[in-house]
């Protein structure tokens, strides 16, 4: 699972 | 991934594929700002410094590789190719963009999520990236009639972060722990900067008429 202050966006 | 967000990585390529498609077609790189260009490729070198340590998917990891292949391509092709880089307007692309790239990340070290190396990147880029567009603007400004090509070059690029402005509405709304404020304003400066080329272009559009900017 990605944390939550992973960048998910380009 | 909203509908929002995808139209914007959508429209983001569909700029790149019209700036190569102008770069191959015509064999010129008139009208286009070769320091935008650069600071494209340092934004994307700094924001996806996390492409080997986080993967977020397969789309996520595909789109980073196409964005930074193509904006190094795109720098290396206007330095180097000896036909196109005929065409580049050296004497109107004189906008001092080291001065963005130091500024952005002083206050990237300033102003940032959290204190890591990885953190002030992606601020620094997220920054940059606002302000990159300037000097192609000027260089729109000075040469004032834009082709066709340039453009919507530039229209699609302007158009991407206002639909990821949405996006983030949208996630703001539907998402409990969604706050993304440093890219939310950066976005809203971005998409401000276009304001009055999004004005010209309409009206070029409504007018049926060319693009000129006032000079």
Redesign the interface.
Do not use: G
């Given at each position: 699972i990605t944390s939550p202050s992973t960048k998910d966006e380009l | 991934m909203n509908a929002f967000?995808l139209a914007g990585?959508i429209t983001?390529l569909i700029s790149i594929l019209v700036l190569l498609l102008k770069i191959y077609a015509t064999k010129s790189c008139s009208g286009i700002s070769l320091k935008t260009q650069e600071l494209y490729a340092v934004v994307f070198l700094a924001?996806y410094l996390?492409l080997f340590t986080?993967f977020?998917s397969v789309y996520?990891s595909v789109?980073?590789v196409v964005?930074i292949l193509s904006s190094v391509a795109i720098v290396w092709c206007m330095r180097r190719h000896r036909a196109v880089k005929r065409s580049y307007d050296k004497e109107l692309d004189t906008f001092r963009h080291y001065y963005l790239v130091g500024a952005c990340f002083v206050f990237a070290l300033l102003v940032h999520?959290?204190f890591t190396f990885q953190?002030v990147f992606?601020a620094f880029s997220i920054y940059l990236e606002a302000v990159a567009i300037i000097p192609q603007l000027v260089l729109l400004q000075r040469s004032g009639n834009v082709d066709n090509l340039t453009g919507q070059y530039v229209f699609f690029l302007g158009a991407y972060r206002a639909l990821?402005i949405l996006?983030w509405i949208y996630r703001y709304f539907t998402e409990a722990?969604f706050s993304?404020w440093i890219?939310c304003i950066s976005g809203l400066v971005q998409t401000a900067l276009y304001a009055d080329f999004f004005y010209y272009y309409f009206l070029s559009w409504k007018n049926n008429a060319k693009l000129n900017l006032p000079a």
């Open positions: - | 967000r990585d983001h924001r996390d986080d977020i996520n789109m980073k964005f999520e959290k953190e992606w990821y996006n722990k993304r890219a």
